[in-house]
């Protein structure tokens, strides 16, 4: 069954990607209008991608990341909702924050844990009907999560639309300072793991994969795909995973040479990021 690919799912993939129209269009065409595989589709013919993959869909909303007093756990959220203007609102904000307060007064452990408690007699679930009937525009707890550890640093960035847990295994205000630096990082950089070993296999794969394809579209020997592909994979570790980046203060360093620097042995043991918006 032939699949209609429209201007809009080409202009989508465009935005998403920074490629050219035309090789959006062959890139959906041939991939039966999937955007996951047409993504593949050209970063396998060699085109240059721009990934923000975590953050292509629009939505607008409000993110908040938040600490106890003693930094020893933190959750964070996005509350999404259709529009900006609604985001901009001051009432709708302080709903998130009213939500998030909620959150770190019972320690919820998920977003369906969240949802069930309550808030002025009824469930948070029911609250956010509540406003949705207000407001006229659907909203949703978008992603959640709780962070606990001998050190929790939270970041939430100046648009409202960015926010940051980060969990480290030392304590001290020296850790405090560089957890700071770790979460401004990973809120530019969008790190999808701590280290290579936790990129899960499947992405590893898939960026092998694709290395191979792009070297055999350059032209190299099959004798040597496996070799090249190796490479790109690990230049994609140095790119994607926290400790492996460049700290973007300094560009001479790693964020574990940054890490190590403060205590040999501290370590980054779980971050959450949230972005909302393209």
Avoid: W
């Avoid at 969240?114 to 808030?119: D, G, R, S």
């Avoid at 992405?203 to 032209?219: D, P, S, W």
């Amino acid at each position: 069954m032939s699949v209609t690919i429209t201007a809009g799912d080409v202009n989508k993939l465009r935005q998403i990607t920074g490629a050219g129209m035309m090789d959006c269009k062959k890139a959906l065409g041939e991939t039966g209008g999937d955007f996951e595989a047409a993504i593949d589709y050209l970063r396998k013919k060699g085109q240059k991608v721009s990934e923000k993959r975590a953050d292509r869909e629009t939505n607008e909303g409000v993110v908040i990341a938040v600490i106890n007093n003693d930094g020893s756990f933190g959750t964070i959220m996005g509350l999404g909702c259709e529009t900006d203007f609604v985001a901009k609102n001051q009432a709708y904000i302080d709903f998130a924050k009213s939500i998030s307060d909620v959150a770190m007064a019972n320690k919820a452990e998920s977003k369906e844990a969240l949802m069930a408690m309550t808030m002025d007699g009824i469930t948070i679930a029911e609250k956010i009907a509540e406003q949705v009937g207000k407001i006229g525009e659907k909203i949703d707890i978008t992603d959640y999560a709780l962070l606990s550890a001998e050190t929790v640093v939270a970041y939430n960035h100046s648009n409202g639309k960015v926010g940051v847990l980060v969990a480290m295994n030392k304590k001290g205000e020296a850790v405090e300072t560089v957890g700071k630096d770790v979460t401004m990082q990973i809120a530019a950089m969008s790190p999808i793991a701590i280290d290579k070993n936790d990129v899960p296999e499947e992405v590893k794969t898939r960026e092998m994969e694709i290395g191979r394809e792009q070297a055999r579209a350059e032209g190299k020997p099959e004798a040597i795909l496996e070799k090249i592909a190796t490479g790109k994979l690990e230049a994609y570790f140095k790119d994607a995973t926290l400790l492996n980046q460049k700290f973007v203060k300094d560009n001479s360093k790693s964020i574990r040479d940054v890490l190590t620097a403060v205590d040999k042995d501290l370590t980054v043991t779980a971050f959450k990021r949230i972005g909302l918006g393209a």
